[in-house]
């Protein structure tokens, strides 16, 4: 029996305490969420299960205290800065941590110094910590550099990743724009609400498994607007209105792009699919049809990175470190 | 700069020495093979490039004796049992050590005793041992393992590899029955030199990944006819010869099949590809058009498990255990 605490109960937070209770052998000894309506509430009830005799707290600290978690769930924040301190106390805990945080991906390019800081304290306090999910953490990252295992050279990796946002849930049409006004859009861009965050980590770690030394990366971002009216999304979306987001992710090597992540999510996508290609010797392309459900991808991998997690050396790590965080049917399950 | 040493010097053999010396920070410090035509002569001179100045030597133990190698690899033959001595003076010389025997992939259920061994004195010397390739090793194992990692749920693994053996080489399309008439066939059968090893290997190494106990394992073998004369092999194959060979193994839980690997190869095959389909939550397929040149592909990854195996904790490994083989450019390169 595995003993987690989950941190941050939002969409993904919930859909993981589901996910983890269908395998029998997780069991959740407390939960942290900062949200007033969530707190002093049942961990089980608020994710419309039956109660589970763990409430939910606001502080991070007095939640875990003797709670000898083995491993700890956090589903808070994209940002690594803003999740540096709760990855403290966690590790002071001596618990293990997955984490769905884009940046903690692979923060050893953008953020060095956090990612030191994080490593160090993890290793004092003998816990692994990783951040992972279905991108960044698996379908522009891991795979491909599984792939590769195959090739004994490789020249240049693409990746596409296209989605039909249609029948997603709606913070996340919201999230790629869609039934934005090109002027809504463009000052969702400004604020910086409106990205993928990731792209940027998913090249970093490829380059590093290839011993690649990028000159440069570069990440562009652009609406997609509607060619006619779309009715397949949350609301209706106007001829002329975004309907979604493309962004490509790109490394160099001495001008050469070697490097090229295509990320596109719209509401009325023609058709959903993650393709790798790798040219090289021998040169691979590896397709999946129809492309695969984020959601449910990173909240199951969050749950088999846990079997891994447990069996590393201490310290921050990135999915390319742990062995196999395939799916593993809990023994009661 | 790694040390290596090459024990059997057959076409894999070659191609590695071929491949490894392309990567700059590998070095041979001896090759052993007992081909009488071989022992005595220069490995680099054997694998048609300049002099090595390593000579092929017959006798294994002195062959390696104060080499302090890193890694051996092992491309010898497909049988635990024979290869179980090598092994074992490998460890004494503590060397970490990647082979291309395909019982050694997986040799916990069908040869539970001398894993046992193996692994014993790998712990008892310091060293990794691993068994890798293609298929087993990859195509049929890992990677559907790895990509169940983004599932929650998986009820069946269905695998796919059919490969057109037409541009294969020689000894490859005689292994795999291509002209030979229905008598000649079955005689190779009985006789046991008509077969892929690995695919039970497989099985169990993703029921193992799954925590899956399987009740019942099954292995089929039967030729492919031609239905018309073929010419696009080593040989013109009639109507009514044997083209190639198609095996399926099969993992069952309580009569219900929840895995299956189907490996079909032949000369004049229409179309190469494998494809990974698992039934669950998400439910994947994933596919590679064109498949993937088994013997390149095997070459390649022995090279690049070379990386991971000498970070690995001691003893018997699979390629679950291990951090992510990837392509690595060598530093020179």
């Known amino acids: ?51 589970l005799g763990t409430i939910v707290c606001k502080d991070l600290k007095s939640a875990i205290k ?11 924040v994209s940002s690594i800065k803003a999740i540096e ?4 106390e966690l590790a002071k805990a001596k618990m293990n941590i997955v984490s769905t945080c884009e940046e903690l991906s692979f923060p050893w390019q953008e953020h060095p110094q956090i990612a030191k800081r994080i490593d160090t304290i ?14 960044p953490g698996f379908l522009m990252d891991y795979l491909p550099c599984v792939l590769s295992s195959v090739c004994q050279k490789v020249n240049k990796i693409k990746i596409t990743r296209f989605l039909d946002a249609s ?7 919201q999230k790629i724009g869609a039934g934005l006004t090109r002027t809504q859009f463009k000052e969702k861009v400004a604020e910086g609400t409106l990205r993928h965050v990731g792209l940027v980590e998913s090249i970093h770690l490829i380059a590093h498994s290839m011993n690649w030394e990028l000159n440069n990366v570069t990440e562009s971002l652009k609406p997609i607007f509607a060619r006619q009216t779309i009715t397949s999304g949350y609301i209706k979306i106007n001829k002329g209105m975004a309907c979604g987001v493309e962004q490509i992710g790109r490394g160099f090597i001495d001008k050469k792009e ?4 295509r990320f596109r999510a719209a509401v009325g996508e023609k058709e959903s699919f993650d393709t790798i290609e790798i040219t090289g010797i021998p040169t691979i392309k590896s397709s999946i049809p129809g492309g ?18 447990v069996k590393a050396t201490p310290g921050l790590k990135t999915m390319l470190d742990i062995p196999v965080p395939g799916y593993f049917q809990g023994d009661s399950d």
Do not use: W
């Open 167 to 173: 029948n997603r849930r709606i913070p996340f049409q």
């Open 85 to 88: 301190k709760q990855i403290e």
């Open 66 to 76: 003797n709670k000898n978690a083995d491993v700890a769930i956090l589903t808070t």
């Open 258 to 261: 070697v490097i090229q992540l």
């Open 1 to 51: 029996m595995l003993k987690i605490v989950q941190i941050g109960i939002g969409p993904l937070g919930k859909k993981i305490v589901h996910f983890a209770l269908e395998r029998k052998d997780i069991k959740f000894v407390a939960a942290v969420d900062t949200n007033p309506d969530f707190v002093g509430k049942d961990l089980g009830v608020l994710c419309l299960l039956k109660p």
């Open 292 to 309: 695969i459900n984020g959601d449910t991808a990173t909240c199951a991998i969050t749950i088999n990175v846990i079997r891994s997690i």
């Open 122 to 135: 993890c290793k004092k306090y003998k816990v692994a910590c990783i951040g992972t999910g279905v991108n």
